[in-house]
């Protein structure tokens, strides 16, 4: 698949964030926007998966860990042909199979309920030495945020699976620096994100998680590595191609009234508009 398409699929997944937000009255776009590329990768170029088997027992896993992030999961899920696009602006209604975190019983292509932060992690492993364990193919793959890398836990399991040596195991750090309550570096600083990975032996990629071609050469860097997992730190902006949240703290949960969603896809159709037309 070439960029270009990958880039046009990132515009999707943002126009499905922002009908899910804005249909819900609730929701955490700053978040979801700054995994649009991200996700795209992973779910159109990356993982073994297939839409018309969602359990199939080869299948790479995805773990979303910072599990608030439900409108880009929802939407590049969507996208795949896992569920109707349509659905999404049932996002967080009553009776919809799309709620505010993933939940592995309801939805297609969700490998784990998630939610309370810190947990991804440790489930990536527990899968990945499963796959080990049993001689299967397939890699595990776990996206978390960088404030919630300020848990205790993600650092057990940083340790455990280095010690088992998982090199079927993949974790993505969206480094877009906002939190809830301020900039990572505030609220209690994780820098330097791959030194501390290396120190628990972890192979540390840094990457511009906007840009198609460094995500590539991560992800093909990752399946070469072998005795250790690979952490890639993707460094994004919260917000991401919605001008006016781009890097506003007040966008990691926010309600969009009627003209910032008329504003906000305005700029999705502009930008579409200019993608297509460079192909």
């Known amino acids: 698949m070439e960029y270009k398409e990958l880039q ?11 009908e899910a937000v804005y249909h819900a009255g609730c929701g955490h776009p700053g978040g979801s926007l700054s995994a649009a590329e991200i996700l795209a990768y992973l ?11 969602p359990g199939k027992e080869d299948r790479d896993r995805f773990i979303l860990s910072k599990g608030h992030i ?3 999961y929802y939407a590049v899920l969507a996208n795949r042909g896992f569920f109707p696009v349509d659905e999404l602006p049932t996002f967080r209604k009553i009776g919809s199979r799309l709620q505010g975190h993933p939940d592995m ?5 969700v490998d784990m309920s998630s939610g309370s932060l810190g947990q991804g992690i440790s489930v990536a492993a527990g899968m990945a030495l499963s796959g080990k364990l049993s001689s299967k193919n397939y890699r595990v793959y776990a996206l978390a945020g960088d404030g919630e890398i300020q848990e205790g836990q993600v650092w057990e399991a940083a340790m455990f ?3 088992r040596k998982l090199d079927n195991l993949v974790v993505i750090v969206d480094n877009n620096n906002l939190q809830i309550d301020g900039t990572v570096e505030e609220i209690c600083s994780p820098y330097p994100i791959d030194k501390k990975f290396e120190a628990f032996g972890f192979h540390a990629v840094t990457v511009n998680g906007h840009d198609f071609k460094e995500l590539e050469e991560a992800f093909l860097t990752a399946k070469q590595v072998k005795g250790k997992p690979t952490v890639i730190i993707t460094k994004t902006i919260k917000g991401k191609g919605i001008s006016f949240m781009e890097d506003n703290l007040s966008w990691h949960s926010g ?3 009627e003209e910032q969603y008329q504003l906000a896809m305005d700029e999705l159709e502009r930008e579409r ?6 192909s």
């Open 255 to 257: 309600v969009l009234n």
């Open 161 to 163: 699976a280095a010690h």
């Open 8 to 18: 046009l699929i990132a515009n999707d997944i943002r126009r499905g964030i922002i």
């Open 70 to 72: 439900t409108p880009g």
């Open 43 to 53: 779910f159109f170029k990356e993982l073994n998966i297939d839409e018309k088997d």
């Open 273 to 278: 508009k200019l993608l297509c037309q460079g």
């Open 105 to 109: 019983k309801k939805t297609p292509g």
